[in-house]
């Protein structure tokens, strides 16, 4: 028994050794493969090298353009911002304007309604007033003092209705005023 565990053994050892040679021979032809390919692997980790080398130079170049434009964005966007201000500034003036302009076109139209009911009235009083009466004029000079008053109409003998018209006032200013001084006195009346 003793013969047949000896002989197991190296029957065994020399499979295992059979096992190791064929191993062996694999390696070195995978090594000798990779021998030859090693060139074809150089060259693929140097073109890779390139490319990621140029892959890194691109987005460098891609963030500083990405930043000035960042930058010129901001300042578009800065003055964007600052004429909207502006705008929205003068949008509230001339809202502002509008505003009183109208108010302005209001109080004016109630005026000329006050002026036009004052120059009614006032056309009707000019209706009812009577004719100045002549006064005499003293032809003698009036002594000369410190102080004194011509009356250059009454020297020369014009009446009331040649110098002021028919109503008895000279121009048209001249009514028009009275007009707005009536329609005043109307108005501070019923204040």
Known sequence: MSLSVGFIMDAGMLVLLA??????FRLSMSLRD??????????????????????EAAVSGMQNVA????????EIINDAKKLADELRVMND??????????KLAEKNRSLIEQMEQGAAAF???ARQVRKPQQYEVDEE???RGGFS??????????SDEAIFGSAGMPSKAER??????QGSKTRRRSS
């Open 19 to 24: 096992a190791t040679v064929f191993l062996a």
């Open 149 to 158: 008053i011509r009356d250059r109409d009454a020297d020369n003998d014009l």
């Open 67 to 74: 930043r000035k434009t960042g930058l010129e964005l901001d």
């Open 34 to 55: 990779f021998r030859e390919s090693r060139s074809d692997m150089e060259g693929l980790v140097n073109h890779i090298a390139v490319n990621i080398s140029q892959a």
């Open 141 to 143: 000079p009036a002594p």
């Open 123 to 125: 056309q009707a009083s």
């Open 93 to 102: 003036s001339g809202n502002n304007l509008a505003g009183r302009l109208e």
């Open 176 to 181: 028009e005023l009275l007009e707005a001084l």
